[in-house]
């Protein structure tokens, strides 16, 4: 948010909410998403992923409802992350910081007992066994953590500290069939012989999903929680933990032949009803979803006609009689799942998610 809305003296009149797109965030499906990976993984701990806001939808809200279905530990990307985190769950639970420390916060882990993540030497030998720590390494993915040639080095300068878990990460576990998947479990077994006594972890929301093989003695699921991640249809489906909705501000009766929208990239090919919706790219609502997205209205799919622009969207109501100003059309949500949109959006459910965050008002039951 900038300055300028924060001021009050210069802050816009309050908005009808009719009249604004808005994000509500299911908790209650966020914790029976948790539920539903505790059943895959029953005898793994099941960390909560929350990085990044919990991809979008609020770190306070997901990470206290998690903390009520059962969760025990949870992973951010950063310190700052962790500190909210650890304000919003209290005491108990045990606070993992993906990236790890840095010469500049490496002293802050220890007032909010959070533990590191150790991704490289340089990291080990700047934590310097300070405090309880997880050690990353890496199987494959050539991102974050120890490598091959490295591992004896690490598992010297650890000896005798006790890891609070051993931990590496998938690749291609998106794809629970890929080649890929078995190569670094195999790795990741070998590599953890060095450390006997560490609890290990190897699987994300996909890993989970492969099968017990994968699931060690604790899983760290992200984007399963919010609603999206590596199903087949022999799976069912997660529940929705984001629902996007916006208003209709009007309703037309155009002629065959009339054009829509910038760059006039669709024509009626007959006559139509179209709405023109208060949703845009300015909300997060991603611009190659043009010609290719559609929303939900009246129990069916109303195709977006033309080019997204930054705050308004045309769709075709054509025969839809709940076609009225001010009906809400949902554009992401139980009736648009989030990994039917991200398909379509030639994207990743991640990027839906944290691109909506920040643009969309967010309202929630227990925000
Ligand atoms: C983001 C992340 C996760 C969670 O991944 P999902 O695919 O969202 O479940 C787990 N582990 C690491 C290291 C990550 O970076």
Redesign the pocket.
């Known amino acids: 948010m900038t300055a300028a809305t924060q001021d009050s003296a210069i802050s816009p009149p309050a908005r009808k909410p009719s009249r604004l797109a808005r994000l509500r965030v299911d908790y209650a499906a966020i914790q029976e998403n948790w539920r539903f990976f505790k059943k895959r993984a029953p005898s793994a701990a099941v960390a909560a992923?929350v990085?990044a806001d919990a991809?979008g939808l609020g770190a306070v809200g997901a990470a206290r409802a998690l903390a009520q279905a059962g969760a025990r530990t949870f992973?951010t990307?950063t310190l700052a992350e962790a500190q909210i985190a650890r304000r919003a769950l209290g005491e108990g639970p045990q606070i993992f910081v993906?990236n790890g420390p840095s010469e500049a916060d490496a002293a802050e882990y220890g007032e909010a007992k959070l533990i590191p993540v150790l991704n490289s030497l340089a990291q080990i030998k700047l934590w310097g066994g300070r405090g309880p720590a997880a050690l990353?390494i890496d199987t494959g993915m050539n991102r974050?953590g120890i490598g091959p040639e490295e591992l004896p080095h690490a598992a010297v300068a650890l000896k005798g500290a006790g890891l609070s878990l051993l931990?590496s990460?998938l690749a291609c576990?998106?794809d629970l069939k890929h080649a890929m998947n078995a190569v670094q479990l195999q790795r990741f077994k070998d590599a953890a012989t060095l450390f006997p006594k560490a609890p290990l972890s190897l699987s994300?929301?996909?890993g989970t999903l492969i099968g017990p093989d994968y699931h060690f003695d604790l899983v760290?699921?992200?984007?399963?929680l919010y609603g999206s991640?590596g199903l087949d249809a022999d799976n069912p489906a997660l529940a929705a933990a984001a629902t996007l909705d916006a208003p209709i501000l009007q309703v037309r009766d155009v002629e065959a032949g009339e054009a829509f929208g910038y760059g006039a990239t669709f024509t009626a090919p007959k006559k139509m009803r179209t709405a023109t919706v208060a949703l845009g790219y300015a909300d997060g609502y991603l611009r190659s979803l043009s010609g290719r997205g559609y929303g939900v209205l009246g129990g069916g799919k109303r195709p977006i006609l033309g080019r997204i622009s930054m705050d308004l969207i045309i769709i075709d109501v054509t025969g839809c009689a709940e076609a009225q100003p001010g009906a809400m059309v949902e554009f992401l949500g139980p009736n648009a799942p989030l990994d039917d949109i991200a398909a379509l959006a030639g994207t990743a459910s991640?990027e839906i998610l944290t691109t909506l965050a920040g643009t969309v008002r967010k309202t929630g039951a227990r925000a």
């Open positions: 992923v990085k991809y992973f990307a993906l990353h974050l931990m990460h576990s998106s994300a929301t996909g760290r699921v992200g984007i399963g991640g991640y």
